[in-house]
């Protein structure tokens, strides 16, 4: 996927200016966290169950070299096959060569950011072979050829008026008069329509997201099915699954489990969380005959030993997207790669390159409330820092912020003349504004204030009110 | 090869080569142990309580639940929700000694076919492995008695299941299947599905909608084998 990272501004401008995708945020703004805040209320273990889900991830990124050999043997012993792929050319081949050695014309695929991270769909397409989303916000996102703009929520984006004219657009053999009266008519002519892929997809490629190493088990989590369908009954399953989502057991699955859903979507649970283990046994009636696991890296082993290990821990819940003030002002487009929000802005740098996506980790108020949500207590605001740091070190943040910065520094290095400095500021603000009260302009800061009015200080600093007020408080 | 380029990737990052041997003995260990974490307190309680919680949770699902007092019942109240939806009379039923024991032919109305599910089937009878009242979840591993595309094709899933077979915990019901389903050899069954309700997406503006691609109506006949779970 080509990245328009480097173009977070313009891309920001845009969707502040998009009307549709607005309206979208203003409904979906209030909804996530809602929903979230109920589950984790009717769960008092919640906060110790981070705490653990925490350990449980920090202890395998430890071991992590010994459970992914582990994993392997126990895909292999169950009769499927493991792919160890370091980048994503790896990944691209070795889907490419199972569908051409079975001879594969459409492959269903259940929704996964790994198949985003690999443009899979137009490489296959490239080959003649057929990609069907199945995933309902996935499939019209590739009808109308658009990336998803939220990990969990692809097509949240999206109004109505979209659906039915892709829909209208799309399904030209239905009766162009057709009426969807509800959403129940948009979700009924997909269903039907898919259901059809189902059942001819020669391959199924689905996401995992746990790999269990104790019995080389691959999961997914859904709620429609799709992803289910995808891996039941197509003659091969291939799962694609980044080295991180390793686990060591069950018990520790299941404790994250209790973590995810809830996070996510505010559910208990999600309907369906399926285990795969190898491929259709001789006894079995249904199943795929094949069974592969393509275990990507694609930069990830070189967080591991840094002050990005963290970020390993992320179990794609979506929480800090869902809480974040700025993914719910320009949503998830903008960001412009596979991974949007707080934890697209600390795992674009280190995938793509912080050359591309160093505009990401600067786009956040540092409010705290990804951190604060975070099911795997992941330190996010810290990270973006470092991501700051980084860019400033290597000289990639604009001149006019590295003056700026500069200047700053040069100030705080000094404190006697920082405070005078400051003292002149306000009592010159102060004196300037003192009629009106606020400011609406001011030079220098013009981007600031044509969003907001700079109320007029009162004349003081903070420094010299407490330093008279320990000196009254001493006498 | 990528293989050892990603392991070694990990391990310069590590700053160690391969684990010592009395480390990789230690992790060994607690796979073979797979330790429990903590489990919730709510459904820490009596029999019949749990029992009541998984009932409470699988209607908040937005499951159905007909609970009867033995198995001979089943057949009667397969036939009457059947009846009371207006669906269809025949169904593919999951081909379990415990479900070809049920008295079928006492509701001659019903017709069933056995083994897997085909696109056409609008109902389907399966065998409840074992339900976890935590969230009001049923397990149900795949496997020649209890194919995996009965929990998946048709509209309307049903699912019997005994109640002695209803634990607190998602790990009481993983020991269930170690003791019973995973043999020596430790390999698990092909699929494990763990299903909370029918089928929905929320994936139209937010909204929830019933009935995506898989059920769009799952109902749970329990049948209550277990004197101490009926409160």
């Known amino acids: 996927m080509l990245a328009t990272s480097p173009a977070f501004k313009q891309n920001a401008a845009h969707a502040m200016a998009d009307g549709g995708l607005q309206k979208a945020l203003a409904r979906t703004r209030p909804t996530f966290p809602a929903r979230r805040a109920s589950a984790v209320a009717n769960l008092p273990e919640f906060e110790q169950l981070r705490e653990i889900g925490k350990q449980i991830k920090n202890h395998t990124l430890q071991n992590l070299d010994f459970y992914l050999e582990i994993f392997a043997g126990n895909v292999e012993r169950a009769g499927g096959q493991v792919h160890w792929c370091s980048t994503a050319d790896d990944a691209r081949a070795a889907v490419l060569g199972i569908c051409q050695r079975v001879g594969a014309k459409t492959v269903t695929k259940g929704k996964s950011m790994i198949s985003e991270e690999l443009g899979i769909n137009k490489h296959l397409e490239a080959h003649d072979i057929v990609p069907v989303e199945t995933d309902l916000g996935e499939y019209i996102l590739q009808l109308r ?218 786009a956040s108020t540092f409010c705290g409330k990804c951190e604060s949500v975070c099911p795997m207590k992941i330190p996010l605001p810290n990270m973006m820092r470092h991501w700051r740091e980084k860019e400033f070190e290597r000289h990639l943040s604009p001149q006019g912020m590295r003056r700026g910065l500069s200047v700053w520094g040069w100030f705080a290095r000094r404190p006697g003349v920082y405070r005078f400095a400051t003292r002149m500021a306000m009592w010159g603000l102060g004196a300037l504004g003192r009629k009106r009260g606020k400011f609406t302009s001011l030079p220098l800061a013009g981007g600031w204030t044509e969003g907001r009015d700079l109320p007029a200080p009162e004349g003081d600093t903070f420094f010299a009110r407490y330093a008279r007020e320990q000196r009254a408080g001493r006498a | 090869m990528s293989r050892e380029a990603i392991l070694g990737a990990i391990q310069r990052g590590l700053r160690r080569g391969p684990l010592p041997d009395d480390q990789a003995m230690a992790l060994r260990a607690r796979l073979n142990a797979h330790p429990r974490h903590l489990i919730p307190a709510r459904s820490r309680v009596p029999r019949p309580e749990q029992v009541a919680l998984f009932i409470r949770n699988l209607e908040k699902e937005f499951s159905t639940v007909a609970r009867v007092p033995e198995g001979s019942e089943v057949p009667g109240a397969v036939a009457d929700y059947l009846a009371g939806q207006n669906l269809p009379s025949d169904f593919a039923m999951a081909a379990h000694p415990e479900l070809q024991a049920l008295p079928w032919e006492s509701r001659p109305l019903l017709r069933r076919r056995e083994g897997k599910a085909e696109a056409s089937d609008l109902v389907t009878v399966q065998h409840g492995y074992a339900g976890i009242a935590e969230t009001g979840t049923l397990m149900l591993p795949g496997g020649p008695q209890r194919p995996t595309t009965l929990n998946l094709l048709a509209d309307t899933a049903i699912v019997v299941l005994r109640a002695s077979r209803v634990v607190g915990a998602y790990e009481e019901a993983f020991d269930l299947l170690r003791a019973e389903l995973v043999p020596a050899s430790g390999i698990m069954p092909r699929n494990v599905m763990l299903v909370t309700g029918p089928s929905r997406s929320a994936d139209i503006e937010s909204t929830l909608e019933l009935g995506a691609h898989g059920p769009r109506r799952l109902h749970v006949v329990l049948v209550d084998d277990d004197a101490a779970a009926v409160g």
Request: aromatic share 6%.
């Open chain 1, 145 to 362: 050829d658009e990336p998803p703009s939220h990990i969990i929520a692809p097509a949240f984006h999206l109004n109505r008026e979209d659906w039915e004219a892709s829909f209208r657009q799309s399904h030209t053999d239905l009766p162009a008069d057709r009426v969807f009266v509800e959403r129940r008519d948009i979700l009924t002519e997909a269903r039907t329509r898919l259901r059809q892929k189902f059942l001819a997809a020669d391959v199924g490629i689905t996401g995992a997201n746990f790999l269990i190493a104790e019995t080389g088990t691959s999961v997914i989590v859904t709620n429609e099915g799709n992803g289910d369908l995808t891996q039941t009954l197509p003659h091969v399953h291939i799962v694609l699954a980044s080295i991180e989502k390793m686990v060591p057991t069950l018990e520790d699955t299941v404790s994250l489990l209790r973590l995810l859903a809830r996070s996510a979507t505010g559910q208990d649970f999600s309907v369906y969380t399926t285990f795969s283990t190898g491929p259709k046994r001789a006894a079995d009636l249904d199943g795929p005959a094949e069974y592969h696991v393509i275990l990507l890296d694609n930069g990830r082993s070189a967080m591991v030993g840094t002050e990005f290990q963290d970020m390993l821990r992320c179990i794609r819940c979506a929480a800090c997207m869902n809480h974040c003030p700025v993914y719910g002002t320009v949503g998830g487009h903008a960001y412009g790669w596979v991974y949007p929000g707080p934890m697209g802005a600390v795992l674009t740098p280190s995938l793509i390159g912080v050359d591309q996506a160093g505009q990401l980790p600067n």
